[in-house]
C-alpha cells in the first residue's frame, strides 16, 4: 500500500512512518503542511493519505481542508484524517463517504486497531473512532434517537464507526442474524433504507443525525 503522510510535527511524523512501514506500507510522502499535501496526493496518486487535522500554513484545519480538496479533484484516493481533539467544522461533508476515516491520535498507539482502520479505508470503507462517533451523537437532539433500545443505540455507535455486521457480531458476543435484526430495527425506526453497504449504512446513519441536528 503506497501511503502519503502529513503532520507538522517531525516526531510523531517519523514515528508515524515507521510505524507504517513495519506495517507493510511503501510511505511515498512525509510531508508537514496542507499545500504539501494536496500537491503529493494529486501527483503521486497513493492509495491512502493520512493527514493531521492541524497543520501550517494557518495551523487551524489546514489538513482537513487539504483533504476535502483531494476529495474533490481525486475522489478516489482515501483519506485518513488524525487528531489531538475532536474537530469536525471542516470534516462533516467527509464523514461517511466511502474511504474515509478519522481518529484520535491516541488510536494510533493501539497497533492493531488502527492498522485494521487504515485497511478499512484503503479498501473503500470507514474508519470512525469511537469517541468522534459519541460526539456526533451527543450534539443530536435527543428525540432522533429516543425510539433506539440501549442495544440499538450501542450497536449503531459501531456501525457508525464503520464495522461489519459480523464484527459487530463479534463485539457484543452476538450471531450475525441478532446483528441484523437489530439493524433492521434500527433503520425502521429511523425511516432509512440499508441496501447492506458499510459506507453507505455509515453515510445514511450520519447524514440524519446531522440533518435533524440542523433543524
Given at each position: 500500500?503506497?501511503?502519503?503522510?502529513?503532520?507538522?510535527?517531525?516526531?510523531?511524523?517519523?514515528?508515524?512512518?515507521r510505524?507504517?512501514?513495519?506495517?507493510?506500507?511503501?510511505?511515498?510522502?512525509?510531508?508537514?503542511?496542507?499545500?504539501?499535501?494536496?500537491?503529493?496526493?494529486?501527483?503521486?496518486?497513493?492509495?491512502?493519505?493520512?493527514a493531521?487535522?492541524?497543520?501550517?500554513?494557518?495551523m487551524?484545519?489546514?489538513?482537513?481542508?487539504?483533504?476535502?480538496?483531494?476529495?474533490?479533484?481525486?475522489?478516489?484516493?482515501?483519506?485518513?484524517l488524525?487528531?489531538?481533539?475532536?474537530?469536525?467544522?471542516?470534516?462533516?461533508?467527509?464523514?461517511?463517504?466511502?474511504?474515509?476515516?478519522?481518529?484520535?491520535k491516541?488510536?494510533?498507539?493501539?497497533?492493531?486497531?488502527?492498522?485494521?482502520?487504515?485497511?478499512r479505508?484503503?479498501?473503500?470503507g470507514?474508519a470512525?473512532?469511537?469517541?468522534?462517533?459519541?460526539?456526533?451523537?451527543r450534539s443530536?437532539?435527543a428525540?432522533?434517537?429516543?425510539?433506539?433500545?440501549?442495544?440499538?443505540?450501542?450497536?449503531?455507535?459501531?456501525?457508525?464507526?464503520?464495522?461489519?455486521?459480523?464484527?459487530i457480531?463479534?463485539?457484543f458476543?452476538?450471531?450475525?442474524r441478532?446483528?441484523?435484526?437489530?439493524?433492521?430495527?434500527?433503520f425502521?425506526?429511523?425511516?432509512?433504507?440499508?441496501?447492506?453497504?458499510?459506507?453507505?449504512r455509515?453515510t445514511?446513519?450520519?447524514?440524519?443525525?446531522?440533518?435533524?441536528?440542523?433543524?
Amino acid at each position: 500500500m503506497r501511503v502519503v503522510v502529513a503532520e507538522d510535527s517531525a516526531l510523531f511524523r517519523e514515528g508515524l512512518v515507521r510505524l507504517l512501514t513495519e506495517a507493510g506500507c511503501d510511505v511515498v510522502a512525509a510531508v508537514a503542511d496542507g499545500d504539501a499535501l494536496l500537491a503529493a496526493a494529486t501527483t503521486l496518486n497513493p492509495d491512502l493519505v493520512i493527514a493531521d487535522i492541524r497543520m501550517p500554513p494557518d495551523m487551524e484545519s489546514d489538513g482537513a481542508r487539504a483533504a476535502a480538496a483531494i476529495r474533490a479533484r481525486r475522489p478516489e484516493i482515501p483519506v485518513l484524517l488524525l487528531s489531538q481533539h475532536i474537530e469536525l467544522r471542516h470534516c462533516l461533508d467527509l464523514i461517511g463517504t466511502p474511504g474515509f476515516g478519522y481518529l484520535l491520535k491516541d488510536r494510533v498507539l493501539r497497533l492493531d486497531e488502527f492498522v485494521d482502520a487504515i485497511s478499512r479505508v484503503a479498501a473503500g470503507g470507514s474508519a470512525l473512532d469511537p469517541e468522534i462517533v459519541q460526539a456526533l451523537v451527543r450534539s443530536r437532539s435527543a428525540s432522533v434517537l429516543a425510539g433506539l433500545t440501549e442495544r440499538e443505540q450501542e450497536i449503531l455507535g459501531v456501525v457508525a464507526e464503520g464495522h461489519s455486521n459480523a464484527a459487530i457480531a463479534k463485539r457484543f458476543g452476538l450471531s450475525e442474524r441478532t446483528v441484523e435484526a437489530h439493524m433492521r430495527s434500527v433503520f425502521t425506526k429511523l425511516g432509512l433504507r440499508d441496501d447492506g453497504s458499510i459506507h453507505r449504512r455509515v453515510t445514511a446513519v450520519v447524514a440524519y443525525l446531522e440533518s435533524r441536528a440542523r433543524r
